[in-house]
């Protein structure tokens, strides 16, 4: 069972239009402050909108900053158009849960 929606639209911070010759590609990209509340409300929207949607787009993803004691600091993206990170993203509640997603899963 699904969490029930406790927020309202989202709109990404970044819409990217490509052209490869005659065909068109489009990216959603969402950089996100982890350190904000709505986190994973976000994260659970977008995984909700790629279900619907994700055919449409090349790329879906959440982007944070982080840091590393190996890579310093870089960006970690979550590929929502990904079905396993998308099914994963569908069950998380909190941030703690979409902090760890991003530990296994981000790129």
């Known amino acids: 069972m699904r969490p029930a929606a406790r927020f309202g639209p989202l709109f990404p911070d970044l819409l990217i239009v490509r052209q490869d010759g005659d065909n ?7 950089p996100h402050d982890p350190s904000l509340a709505d986190n994973f409300e976000k994260a659970a929207g ?3 909108f790629a279900e ?3 055919h ?8 944070r900053k982080q840091t590393s004691p ?3 600091e870089y960006f970690a ?3 929502i158009n990904t079905e396993s990170v998308r099914k994963a993203l569908l069950l998380v509640t ?3 849960q ?3 997603l991003f530990a296994r899963k981000a790129v």
């Open 24 to 30: 068109f590609h489009f990216d959603i990209l969402e």
């Open 46 to 48: 977008l995984a909700r």
């Open 52 to 54: 619907r949607h994700g």
């Open 56 to 63: 449409l787009f090349d790329r879906i993803q959440l982007i």
């Open 70 to 72: 190996t890579r310093g």
């Open 77 to 79: 993206r979550l590929s």
């Open 94 to 96: 909190s941030n703690p």
């Open 98 to 100: 979409l902090d760890d």
